[in-house]
């Protein structure tokens, strides 16, 4: 009986593990068996600890962003903003072979440097381009696995919704985070274009270039005109939300509250606003905002009763008795946030394996700045690998009926080995995370 008693958080653990695999929703499950643990844990003293806790998530003004991040993308999806840089980059890169590949990952970085929303970015461009690169004889997996593998960038590449979290639960400033996710994005950006490149020179017919008489019809001049116009609008608000948190002038939370009020005034300029698309906008907001932070309860209470039964002692006595070192646990760690990709979203992994995991690679002295990006990028690829990546089933949902599901597995493959090397890049060089925050900080 000891000896169940000493496994208990573990039994907890797996318990919750095996009913989000059966499908149960994720909110109820964790703050269901958090509740039941707890009153065997604590007895009805526990009552009295979790308010306190649960209080202390709802004051927390850094989780004001959340909401406010949630806005400011899904006001962006309905000004038309996408529509108009994909077809304009298209036009740009389409002289080379790829180009219309790479002028989506191009769109990608951009979308998700502006709205930081997956679903919203990889619906917008599977809507866009995926017609677009089948006319243009692209092949079915190339395309779905550009648009998928794109669509995700809004997970690393600053303002990010996953960035705050982590944030909040590492105890990272998230003005730090964002300023050390700047260049790990744009590095997976420059991989998968460099991908797009050489495989387009590797199997010619995968990626023919666009056709010339298309380009002809646009005059260089009236080409710049529809640069400046497609890319102005993007930059000037990524600059408004993430030049005045690098500067000091705002913190996260305020410079959240300057990109929803970019992302409407650029919803008016594009001539798409309406009161109609403001109670959609509201409607998403409220839902997507409910649902993290009804997970946020339920993982607070996870946390609380995790850690009341002594779990993240027992965790660190396993994974410390393992003999490999910080490296070798670090791989361990980054390992089983991998795997669970594969069968729960980021949100889930988030709230359930950081706050077990982070406080042991931490206590090993661990930066928590660079462990932090480097989960971020892990969580990435959970967007990515079936059989429930995100990216995936939105991707599927938008596609013409030509496109099958292996269309889309294979497709993704290329770019989920991309992820890991780019996860190996920041590995082996912690710089490219702690240089800009040390030099802009």
Same mark, same amino acid.
């Given at each position: 009986?000891?000896?169940?008693?000493?496994? #208990?958080?573990?039994?907890?653990?797996?318990?919750?593990?095996?009913? =989000?695999?059966?499908?149960?929703?994720?909110?109820?499950?964790?703050? /269901?068996? *958090?509740?039941?643990?707890?009153?065997?844990?604590?007895?009805?003293?526990?009552?009295?600890? +979790?308010?306190?806790?649960?209080?202390?998530?709802?004051?927390?003004?850094?989780? +004001?962003?959340?909401?406010?991040?949630? !806005?400011?993308?899904?006001?962006?999806?309905?000004?038309?903003?996408?529509?108009?840089?994909?077809?304009? #980059?298209?036009?740009?890169? /389409?002289?080379?072979?790829?180009?219309?590949?790479?002028? @989506?990952?191009?769109?990608?970085?951009? %979308?998700?440097?502006?709205?930081?929303?997956?679903?919203?970015?990889?619906?917008?461009?599977?809507?866009?381009?995926?017609?677009?690169?089948?006319?243009?004889?692209?092949?079915?997996?190339?395309?779905?696995?550009?648009?998928?593998? *794109?669509?995700?960038?809004?997970?690393?590449?600053?303002?990010?919704? @996953?960035?705050?979290?982590?944030?909040?639960?590492?105890?990272?400033? @998230?003005?730090?985070?964002?300023?050390?996710?700047?260049?790990?994005?744009?590095?997976?950006?420059?991989?998968?274009?460099?991908?797009?490149?050489?495989? *387009?020179?590797?199997?010619?017919?995968?990626?023919? $270039?666009?056709?010339? &008489?298309?380009?002809?019809?646009?005059?260089?001049?009236?080409?710049?005109?529809?640069?400046?116009?497609?890319?102005?609008?993007?930059?000037?608000?990524?600059?408004?939300?993430?030049?005045?948190?690098?500067?000091?002038?705002? *913190?996260?939370? &305020?410079?959240?509250?300057?990109?929803?009020? /970019?992302?409407?005034?650029?919803?008016?300029?594009?001539?798409?606003?309406? %009161?109609?698309?403001?109670?959609?906008?509201?409607?998403?907001?409220?839902?997507?905002?409910?649902?993290?932070?009804?997970?946020?309860?339920?993982?607070?209470? =996870?946390?609380? @009763?995790?850690?009341?039964?002594?779990?993240?002692?027992?965790?660190? /006595?396993?994974?410390?008795?393992? $003999?490999?070192?910080?490296?070798?646990?670090?791989?361990?760690?980054?390992?089983?946030?991998?795997?669970?990709?594969?069968?729960?979203?980021?949100?889930?992994?988030?709230?359930?394996?950081?706050?077990?995991?982070?406080?042991?690679?931490?206590?090993?002295?661990?930066?928590?700045?660079?462990?932090?990006?480097?989960?971020?990028?892990?969580?990435?690829?959970?967007?990515?690998?079936?059989?429930?990546?995100?990216?995936?089933?939105?991707?599927?949902?938008?596609?013409?009926?030509?496109?099958?599901?292996?269309?889309? !597995?294979?497709?993704?493959?290329?770019?989920?080995?991309?992820?890991?090397?780019?996860?190996?890049?920041?590995?082996?060089?912690?710089?490219?995370?702690?240089?800009?925050?040390?030099?802009?900080?």
């Amino acid at each position: 009986m000891e000896m169940i008693h000493e496994y #208990m958080p573990l039994i907890m653990f797996t318990a919750v593990f095996g009913l =989000l695999l059966l499908g149960f929703p994720v909110a109820f499950t964790i703050g /269901g068996v *958090s509740l039941f643990f707890g009153l065997y844990g604590f007895g009805l003293d526990f009552f009295s600890l +979790l308010p306190l806790r649960i209080w202390g998530t709802m004051k927390n003004f850094t989780l +004001l962003a959340v909401p406010l991040f949630i !806005y400011m993308g899904v006001m962006l999806e309905k000004s038309g903003l996408a529509e108009e840089l994909l077809e304009t #980059m298209a036009l740009v890169f /389409g002289k080379i072979r790829g180009g219309l590949a790479i002028s @989506v990952v191009f769109v990608g970085a951009l %979308m998700g440097a502006s709205t930081g929303i997956v679903g919203a970015t990889v619906v917008t461009m599977g809507l866009l381009s995926v017609p677009t690169m089948l006319k243009s004889r692209y092949s079915k997996s190339l395309t779905t696995g550009t648009v998928a593998a *794109s669509g995700t960038l809004g997970q690393i590449i600053p303002p990010s919704i @996953v960035l705050v979290l982590l944030g909040d639960i590492m105890n990272v400033p @998230v003005g730090d985070l964002f300023v050390g996710a700047v260049i790990p994005g744009f590095v997976l950006v420059f991989l998968y274009m460099l991908y797009i490149f050489f495989i *387009s020179r590797l199997k010619p017919e995968w990626a023919p $270039p666009i056709d010339p &008489e298309i380009l002809a019809q646009i005059s260089t001049k009236e080409l710049y005109m529809r640069v400046f116009k497609a890319l102005v609008p993007p930059l000037t608000l990524m600059i408004a939300v993430l030049g005045s948190i690098f500067a000091g002038i705002a *913190s996260p939370t &305020e410079a959240a509250s300057v990109g929803a009020v /970019g992302a409407t005034l650029l919803t008016v300029m594009h001539k798409r606003f309406s %009161m109609g698309i403001v109670k959609e906008v509201m409607d998403m907001t409220t839902k997507l905002t409910c649902m993290v932070f009804i997970i946020l309860v339920g993982a607070t209470t =996870l946390g609380l @009763v995790f850690r009341g039964l002594d779990g993240d002692a027992l965790v660190r /006595g396993l994974i410390t008795s393992l $003999p490999f070192g910080q490296w070798g646990i670090l791989f361990i760690v980054m390992s089983i946030i991998f795997i669970a990709g594969f069968f729960l979203d980021f949100i889930e992994i988030t709230f359930i394996h950081v706050p077990v995991l982070t406080p042991i690679m931490i206590s090993m002295g661990v930066d928590p700045l660079w462990l932090a990006v480097l989960i971020a990028v892990n969580l990435q690829t959970s967007f990515l690998t079936p059989p429930f990546g995100f990216s995936l089933f939105y991707l599927k949902g938008v596609t013409p009926p030509e496109i099958d599901t292996m269309d889309i !597995y294979k497709g993704i493959i290329p770019f989920v080995i991309i992820q890991v090397i780019g996860l190996a890049i920041i590995c082996l060089f912690p710089q490219a995370v702690t240089w800009l925050p040390s030099v802009l900080l």
